[in-house]
T-cell receptor, first 113, second 111 residues
Framework: DAGVTQSPTHLIKTRGQQVTLRCSPISGHKSVSWYQQVLGQGPQFIFQYYEKEERGRGNFPDRFSARQFPNYSSELNVNALLLGDSALYLC????????????FGNGTRLTVT | QKEVEQNSGPLSVPEGAIASLNCTYSDRGSQSFFWYRQYSGKSPELIMFIYSNGDKEDGRFTAQLNKASQYVSLLIRDSQPSDSATYLCAAPFSGTYKYIFGTGTRLKVLA
């Protein structure tokens, strides 16, 4: 079975621009979560979606938004990019998203210049 | 106050030794705990998960959970240079869908 797939793998954007990151979960998984990881830190929770409904949001500004589609794939959007948004963005899928293991994709490395 | 704490390391062990990685957590309501391995520049990979007090073994890996003391540990037996990576401990924050990760412990296995 295919694992979690994310695209693109790398992205370079300029301050003020907008970016969309994409994720396809493991087949059969209905929950998708997004995490941001900066160098030297553990992943920080951004969003979790289950059955197209947002179930949780971390301490990120409203510039961050996401959605989940009927096929359970998901997009993360970040508007008005700041230098501090440079990070590895990780998508994780799980069966339920509640106490079940998260399986991460390879991530999208975003660099904001 | 950090909710999941790990010693950042590096923890250096000789090849063939047992590596012991520790994690403490502040949320007494946490029910499940996960260990991830992350190689430099890569994404986290699930190694083990544990829900009940006691030990859980999988190959060279053993996860230990003590809910009364609020700590989780990961033992790696017969450590290999390929085990050199950062190990992340994670737990869902009780009552939410938010998984809290520690900052990770860097393990170096010396050949």
């Amino acid at each position: 079975d295919a694992g979690v797939t994310q695209s693109p793998t790398h992205l370079i954007k300029t301050r003020g621009q907008q970016v969309t990151l994409r994720c396809s979960p493991i087949s059969g998984h209905k929950s998708v979560s997004w995490y941001q990881q900066v160098l030297g830190q553990g992943p920080q929770f951004i969003f979790q979606y289950y059955e197209k409904e947002e179930r949780g949001r971390g301490n990120f500004p409203d510039r961050f938004s996401a959605r989940q589609f009927p096929n359970y794939s998901s997009e993360l959007n970040v508007n008005a990019l700041l230098l501090g948004d440079s990070a590895l963005y990780l998508c994780a899928s799980s069966l339920t998203g509640f106490y079940s293991p998260l399986h991460f994709g390879n991530g999208t490395r975003l660099t904001v210049t | 106050q950090k909710e999941v704490e790990q010693n950042s390391g590096p923890l250096s062990v000789p090849e063939g030794a047992i590596a012991s990685l520790n994690c403490t957590y502040s949320d007494r309501g946490s029910q499940s705990f996960f260990w991830y391995r992350q190689y430099s520049g890569k994404s986290p990979e699930l190694i083990m998960f544990i829900y009940s007090n006691g030990d859980k073994e999988d190959g060279r890996f053993t996860a230990q959970l003590n809910k009364a003391s609020q700590y989780v540990s990961l033992l790696i037996r017969d450590s290999q240079p390929s085990d050199s990576a950062t190990y992340l401990c994670a737990a869902p924050f009780s009552g939410t869908y938010k998984y809290i990760f520690g900052t990770g412990t860097r393990l170096k296995v010396l050949a």
